[in-house]
């Protein structure tokens, strides 16, 4: 497989294009959309201006917000530790389906609070047609509220840039991939696992609590993870790392956890020698979702910003912490 990634927008196409970007000319993909006058998107796909166009020209669209925030009943809370929160809710089934890729995730808040409560938390499974699960951890004020004793809670989605390196993932068949999971890195790391073991690959986790203290063994097991648990990535879990890049050759690494993890999981496979992709969580700040506030923006090891919530790319590529 591919070291390479092309960066994309990952709403490129889908029902969400041409997005609100397109309208201000800040698309972040086509070039005329971003008020440049060559086109050099390089994109071999249905053209984002033209979609444009036709939209506006079509007299039947009805302009409207394409991810409405819905109330959907909370069937399920539990608390896994003092801090850390199991919720399932009932959402429209057309919604469950489109958050079954690896990397989706929605924005929760109390029907009763602000707009600016909107919280991002990725969704760890979809176990049903109707049903999501997540889990969250509450470190203030927007992700405690989420877990107060409401019944309900509103639901904007389907979001779907949790992790860069997504086609690395979803394209992998008969692969042998080796996965860190730290502390709250674990529960995004169960739908990649899941979608790569349903495409014939072999995955092997080393996991850690991390600084939630959080172990997520039993469904990591049930999915066909080979695990390794070690007490801290920091301290065994990297050198574990080396070892196995040492030992034997894999296909694609996969990083859940923080930035800081990321950097030194990219720093490890430097020292041991070795050429493969790294698919990493994305923990970018989230407040839209629609690349329109900015707070996502990251730079780039060439000096460049990208809007991190849109564009899928090689973390590798950011600039280094």
């Not at 390794?228 to 080396?242: E, F, I, N, T």
């Not at 329109?292 to 460049?304: L, N, P």
Request: charged share 20%.
């Amino acid at each position: 497989m591919s070291r390479y990634l092309q960066s994309k927008c990952i709403d490129i196409n889908s029902a969400y294009c041409p997005c609100i970007l397109a309208d201000t000319n800040h698309c972040v993909f086509c070039a005329h959309l971003q008020g440049k006058e060559m086109c050099d998107c390089n994109w071999s796909g249905v053209c984002i201006l033209y979609e444009k166009k036709w939209n506006a020209r079509n007299e039947t669209l009805v302009t409207r917000d394409p991810r409405p925030e819905l109330a959907c009943p909370i069937v399920e809370r539990k608390f896994l530790r003092e801090n850390i929160c199991r919720l399932v809710l009932t959402v429209p089934p057309p919604l469950a389906e489109q958050l079954k890729a690896p990397g989706s995730y929605v924005f929760l808040k109390r029907a009763v609070d602000p707009h600016y409560f909107q919280l991002p938390i990725g969704v760890m499974q979809v176990p049903a047609e109707d049903k999501i699960v997540v889990v969250l951890e509450t470190v203030g004020p927007k992700s405690r509220q989420v877990t107060e004793e409401d019944q309900m809670l509103m639901v904007r989605g389907p979001y779907k840039n949790g992790i860069f390196g997504l086609p690395w993932i979803e394209k992998l068949v008969y692969g042998k991939v080796l996965l860190l999971a730290g502390g709250m890195g674990q529960p995004p790391a169960l739908p990649i696992a899941e979608r790569l073991i349903n495409n014939y690959n072999k995955v092997t986790a080393i996991i850690a609590p991390g600084a939630a203290g959080f172990i997520n063994v039993e469904e990591l097991q049930l999915a066909g993870v080979e695990l390794l648990q070690v007490k801290s990535l920091r301290r065994m879990g990297y050198a574990c790392l080396a070892d196995k890049l040492r030992a034997d050759t894999w296909d694609l690494l996969v990083s859940c956890g923080p930035d800081a993890q990321h950097f030194a999981v990219i720093d490890a496979v430097r020292e041991a020698g070795v050429e493969l992709p790294i698919a990493a969580t994305n923990n970018s700040i989230m407040c839209c979702g629609e690349g329109i506030c900015g707070s996502c923006a990251k730079e780039t090891a060439d000096h460049h910003f990208v809007r991190t919530c849109k564009m899928q790319l090689d973390f590798a590529d950011l600039k280094h912490l």
